[in-house]
């Protein structure tokens, strides 16, 4: 790992993943807006190559609604993938979020397989909470273009997933 940095986004990185979330069956569409102002409110943490400084991974957090959080848009160029990026990426957002009750969709297996392990548990659309799903809907899903590939098949099946606090 040592050829890696893991550090918060800055304005230079928002074009490139916005378009790759457009292009990438796997993630939701992420419109400039929404990533300037995770930038802006050091919610999208980015892994560079050491060597060049170019982008080699990302993932960001979001908050829902008061003490409930999201995690979402997590990527690492398919070059770099299996090396143990996307798990690094995913535990520092896991770890910032500590306390709070966090969700995540995804259609990965490897991302499944890690937050599964690190105590999220599956949960069915329909029992997320009406107020939460539909804070998570206005934030994440208001732009045409994100319902355009989710309503086009585009985009895989997504599951659930929900950590709560320790009592
Ligand atoms: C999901 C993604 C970020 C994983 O990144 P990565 O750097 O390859 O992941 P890691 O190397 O850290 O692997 C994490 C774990 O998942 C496992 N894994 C990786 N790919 C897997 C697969 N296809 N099926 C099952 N497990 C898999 C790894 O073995 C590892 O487990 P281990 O620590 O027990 O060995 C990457 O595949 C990706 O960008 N996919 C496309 C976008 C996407 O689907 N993002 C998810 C949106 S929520």
Aim: glycine fraction near 8%.
């Amino acid at each position: 790992m040592e050829s890696f940095c893991f550090e918060l986004a800055n304005a230079g990185d928002i074009g490139q993943i916005t378009s790759i979330t457009h292009s990438e069956a796997g993630l939701a569409f992420r419109p400039r807006p929404i990533l300037q102002a995770s930038v802006k409110k050091t919610n999208l943490l980015v892994c560079r190559d050491k060597i060049g400084g170019k982008l080699v991974g990302w993932i960001e957090k979001f908050p829902i609604f008061g003490q409930v959080w999201g995690i979402s848009t997590l990527y690492v160029f398919p070059r770099f993938r299996n090396r143990g990026i996307g798990k690094i990426l995913l535990d520092r957002v896991i770890t910032q979020l500590q306390g709070k009750i966090v969700y995540t969709a995804t259609a990965s297996p490897a991302v499944i397989k890690v937050v599964c392990l690190r105590g999220f548990k599956a949960i069915e659309p329909g029992r997320i909470p009406k107020l939460i799903l539909g804070m998570w809907l206005i934030r994440r899903y208001y732009h045409p273009a994100t319902w355009k590939k989710y309503l086009s098949g585009q985009m895989p099946r997504l599951n659930y997933y929900v950590k709560y606090p320790p009592l």
